[in-house]
């Protein structure tokens, strides 16, 4: 096999720039390897510890994200990796896998960080690999965090969504049960032959149980008691369709009043009538639950509008901040009940608009709520504190958990792209770097304090020229 020579080097892209005796000193410097195909050049989480010329062959460096295989680069003939100068990145995104021979060359960083001074054009086009690499990996890291985020938030609207969309479901097919059996009823109850006064009176009782429906359901224990006692009372008349009890005790409908009811009918009709009435109150019933789910939905779709600003114009806009939160703990909603976290909400009602890019800031507003709810999930219990407060120069937003808190030791670095103290596929590291730089694009400050059992974040807009 020839050596690797300089101007070999320098037919790289990345180094054609490179004077050649600065080429030639990296390869006095470097050691040549002859990867096999199927072995693995690096695992992840080793440390990065030297600069990577992949001279010939391929390497398919991946992960295991979230218990599924992920493909992060593909490294072929020419591509550079590993250590690069002022990079922050000090182990292994990835195992690195040669899918056929590879030969490398492979140069200590500790002999390029001594000679950094000495060979200017070589470590200027190190740090273009590196500049290039970071935003290459962030826009990546950032398309993660949006789709972790829309992956949260859609799990929460689905499992909000499917217990209206099910009622609703279950409420027709009982409403279409219940209208296939309307004409045998009225084929009975036109055998009674009832007089006008009768006909009038069954529909002014019915019409008035309606409206008179208790707004509060009563409890299990007060419906059973309602229910017995109107069980008994359609046993004492010989009415045998004692199912009508539990929806007449349901619209809370008396004995007392089902007895001055009965006694403008003849005892043996009561039989039909009331079957008649069953049918009309569970209509009514099931209506009433279509129209709550369909609401619920109608809502739901609303807040999901409303936190994308889906009808609006991406611009900067004057708007309210408390609009942005509440629209955002309505899409968070299931995570509160699900971790068992009480809200509490503490809002200046007087506080100026500011101008601001509002799905921006919803951006914030889930992040911050977002990470407190994970901080509080393991006590599967907690409390999470939202407030707004001005002074003459800014409003201020703080969002306060009682989770365990962030460790003194890692409390400068929370801001820092990619940092991240989650299980690899839980967290880009990304979450507060959004934060910090929507905040910032708006003029504003976001700053955190946080001690066991206490974590406090506060983000600050001006009011000035708002």
Known sequence: MEPITAIQLKSIPALKEVPLEQLQWLISQSEEKLVPE????????????????????????????????REIVELNDDNITGWLPFSRVKNAMGNGLCLKDTRLLICPSEKIKAHIEQHYELTEALVHIMTSRVRETTS???QNEKMMALGKLSAGLAHELNNPVAAICRSSDKLFENISHIPAIFKEMAALCLSQ???????DNLQQWWSNKPVKAPTVLELSDKTTAIEDWMDSKNISRIEIAEILAEYGV????????????????????FSWIHGALE????????????????????????YTYMDQEPDKQFIDIHSGIHNTLAMLDYRFRKGNVELVENYDASLPKIKALP???????????????????PAKKGRLEIATTKDRQCVHITITDNGPGIPEEIQSRIFEPFFTTKDLGKGT???????????????????????????????????ENN
């Open 254 to 273: 008396e004995t007392t009043v089902l007895e001055d009811f009965s006694r403008l009918f003849d005892p043996a009709h009561l039989d039909v009538i």
């Open 429 to 463: 590291g990304l979450g507060l770097d959004v934060v910090s730089q929507i905040v910032q694009r708006h003029r504003g400050s976001v700053k955190q304090t946080s001690v066991p059992g206490k974590t406090i974040f506060t983000i600050s807009f001006p009011i």
């Open 197 to 203: 006064e009768q006909a009038t009176a069954i529909v």
């Open 140 to 142: 990546s890291q950032q």
């Open 359 to 377: 799905g921006e800031l919803n951006q914030v507003w889930t992040n911050l709520v977002d990470n407190a709810l994970d901080a509080m999930e």
């Open 38 to 69: 199927g072995e693995l050049m690096f695992k992840a989480g080793d440390p990065v510890v030297a600069t990577i010329i992949v001279i010939s062959g391929k390497i398919r460096i991946s992960a295991t994200i979230n218990g599924h295989y």
């Open 283 to 306: 209509a009514n019933r099931m209506v009433g639950d279509l129209q709550i789910s369909s609401k619920r939905i109608f809502d739901l779709v609303s807040a999901v509008k409303r």
